[in-house]
């Protein structure tokens, strides 16, 4: 495919990453820190996919401590 024809598609010339990729150089979390291999990609998926499942644990544990707290007074 030639890019230098001023007839083609404006599609064909933006090129996009899509949303899920596994390049390196991403930021996920902060911006300092990119992981630049596959494995540390992974690794930081698995990281953040935990910290994502702690945070909900705090929230329903914030509820149901609030609840009780309501009973007894």
Do not use: C
Request: glycine content about 6%; cysteine-free; charged content about 20%.
């Amino acid at each position: 495919m030639d890019h230098d024809d001023s007839s083609s598609d404006s599609s064909d010339s933006m090129m996009m990453t899509s949303y899920l990729h596994f390049s390196g150089g991403d930021n996920l979390f902060f911006k300092d820190i990119a992981p630049s291999s596959k494995g540390a990609i992974a690794g930081s998926a698995i990281i953040l996919f935990f910290l994502a499942v702690f945070e909900r644990y705090i929230v329903a544990m914030r509820s149901v401590l609030e609840a009780r707290w309501r009973q007894r007074s």
